[in-house]
């Protein structure tokens, strides 16, 4: 009889009314009320951030380095990372060549983002220059280089070098001042004026010698970045015609003369003209 009366006081569950009784108990905020729960987001998120924070510190120092060379207080003052972890950062970038440094040991990006450029197939410059340097260094036997400007500095990001006897290298990823070569002259002269002069302060070249620059489509130099080599440059053009790298080859006077431009200028132009269409195509 006091089974049966235990029996009947029990009533069925109903199974969402169960969980959901259990949802409320484990959240301290059900049980105070709705209006006790704070909201969820209470700061704006950082659309730039993809969650994984090493990732992004890096990817902050990497776009940092983009603007030009930099030392640890500039990256730090443009990432707004603190100090340790900017260094940490860059020194293990600069382990995997994803950063570099210039001559002055400031940060500045490296190679293997130009390597990993082509690999994608998505920088068409440096997938045509390869054998457009090539064939450049072997019809004026001299080693061939394409610059970049990097802020004050030009790097070199693809080299077709001399195959034996004496040669002037310079390998992928050097970064090489503004102020001196025939490469300098190129990525400087057809700048806005206002960046033009401050290019020249300091420049072992002039404003005058930009102009002649602009007006025969090329670059000489001869002992002005280095004692004993001369060099001869052009423009590589974008969809836009803006001057996007500096094609050249570079050796001893000895062989390019005190006048390299009469001895090689046509072909650099030529060669500097095939990597423009080449960007042309691509656009």
């Known amino acids: 009889m006091d089974t049966a009366r235990h029996l009947d006081s029990v009533r069925p569950v109903d199974p969402a009314r169960a969980l959901d009784s259990l949802a409320r108990a484990a959240d301290p905020y059900a049980r105070a009320?709705?209006?006790?729960?704070?909201?969820?987001?209470t700061r704006p998120l950082d659309s730039g951030s993809s969650g994984v924070g090493v990732l992004d510190k890096a990817a902050a120092v990497l776009s940092a380095l983009e603007a030009g060379p930099a030392t640890l207080a500039s990256l730090v003052a443009a990432t707004g990372l603190a100090r340790p972890t900017a260094h940490r950062l860059a020194?293990?970038?600069?382990?995997h060549r994803l950063v570099s440094?210039?001559?002055?040991?400031?940060?500045?990006?490296?190679?293997?983002?130009?390597?990993?450029a082509v690999a994608a197939g998505e920088d068409r410059l440096l997938a045509a220059a390869g054998p457009v340097l090539t064939?450049?260094?072997?019809?004026?036997?001299?080693?061939?280089?394409?610059?970049?400007?990097?802020g004050d500095m030009r790097v070199c990001v693809a080299a077709a070098e001399r195959l034996s006897g004496l040669r002037d290298t310079v390998p992928v990823g050097t970064a090489l001042p503004m102020a001196a070569g025939s490469g300098a002259q190129v990525l400087l002269?057809?700048?806005?004026?206002?960046?033009?002069?401050?290019?020249?302060?300091?420049?072992?070249?002039?404003?005058?010698?930009?102009a002649g620059v602009r007006r025969r489509g090329w670059a000489q130099s001869v002992a002005e970045r280095e004692m004993g080599v001369a060099s001869v440059s052009a423009p590589v053009r974008g969809p836009n015609n803006r001057v996007i790298a500096a094609v050249s080859v570079s050796g001893p006077i000895e062989r390019l003369t005190r006048q390299?431009?009469?001895?090689?200028?046509e072909a650099v132009v030529e060669a500097a003209?095939?990597?423009?269409?080449?960007?042309?195509r691509g656009s």
């Open 33 to 41: 009320g709705e209006a006790a729960r704070p909201p969820e987001q």
């Open 91 to 95: 020194v293990a970038l600069e382990h």
């Open 101 to 116: 440094r210039d001559m002055q040991g400031r940060f500045i990006l490296g190679p293997r983002l130009s390597e990993l």
């Open 135 to 150: 064939h450049l260094r072997d019809i004026t036997g001299e080693s061939a280089q394409l610059y970049r400007r990097q």
């Open 189 to 210: 002269a057809w700048e806005e004026p206002d960046r033009m002069h401050r290019g020249l302060q300091g420049a072992r070249y002039t404003a005058t010698t930009l």
């Open 260 to 265: 390299p431009g009469k001895l090689h200028g």
């Open 273 to 280: 003209a095939r990597l423009s269409e080449a960007v042309k």
